[in-house]
């Protein structure tokens, strides 16, 4: 199978294209390697987690790299004809539920123009399945939990929410018009080795081994389902192969833990004390996400990732990549 993902230098992206190569898949990795975070991150996905698979050194599973913007049709077009991928996994996104709101048009122009050209593309070059992120944001602050599929996400609490959930509308639209099987991937804290140094998850992990102080916001009363990076993207390959009509998924960890018991866990393995900084909740941010993952189980999958495991994982990763 040739499979494009589109921000496949990005955290998840490089993950699920890895597991994709080891199974034999044929990978086209399409990317515009910007600075919201430090882009040399990124061309270390590229250049050390998937050392060894870069055509034509290997057989069997391999990638290419196109550097582009999703929001130009003209590249994608060029990159569809040329490469006539079967299915996509699309996660190209501003991703930051904060900047979204210093930045509001540039996610709606990225998030909601970038995907719909994919979508259109897709259609237009016969694409047999279109897996997409979306996030558990678009919950904003429903009262009920844990959140289903099933529940109203009308009110959301942030640019970067309210684009996806728009995402979800127009992916609808091409499932319904054209017969293009979709399905958005709500994920819920994702966090593991080589990770985005924008989340909490990264910085409370980086600050605890260097000494520095976290800002823990809400004064620590948050709930999260922290989702391990392998356990993601064992779902997303669930759904890419399953081409369902027309879905949308929550993919989370199946523990819902408190941020505070998050940190402890962190310090354990760091061997350090945290030095907290207490603030009140930011705008833009969600006190609970937890998960309900019966869907996503119905078809196979479960997480396995424990979060003592997968922060022991994460900060042996950190001080190798950084060096402390
Ligand atoms: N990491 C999480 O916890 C989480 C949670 C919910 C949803 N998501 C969603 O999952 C997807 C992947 O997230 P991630 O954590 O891997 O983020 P990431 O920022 O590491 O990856 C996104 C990649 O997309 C690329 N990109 C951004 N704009 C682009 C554009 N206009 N054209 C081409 N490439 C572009 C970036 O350079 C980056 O490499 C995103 O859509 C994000 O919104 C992530």
Redesign the pocket.
Known sequence: MKVLI??G?????SAIAKKLMDRGDRVIL?????D?YDPQL?HDRIKKFLKGYEKPARQGGSFLVYT????DAKFLEKVFKKEKPDKIVH?????GVRSSLSDPALYVD?NIL?TTNLLDKAVKHGVKNFVY?S???VYGNNKKLPFSEKDSVDTPVSIYAAT?KADELIAHVYSHIYKLPTTGLR?F??YGPWG?PD?GVFTFIENIIRGKTIDVYNFGKMRRNFTYIDDVVSGTLVVLDADLPCDVMNIGGDRDEKLLDYIAAVERCCGKKAEMNMLPLQSGDMISTVADIKKLRKLGWKPTTRIDKGIKNFVLWYREYYKV
């Open positions: 589109t921000g230098a990005g955290f998840i992206g399409v990317d515009n390697f910007n919201y990124k582009g913007d999703i929001r996660l190209a996104a501003m991703a990225v970038g992120a996030t558990s944001s996806k994920f804290t994702v985005r989340m």
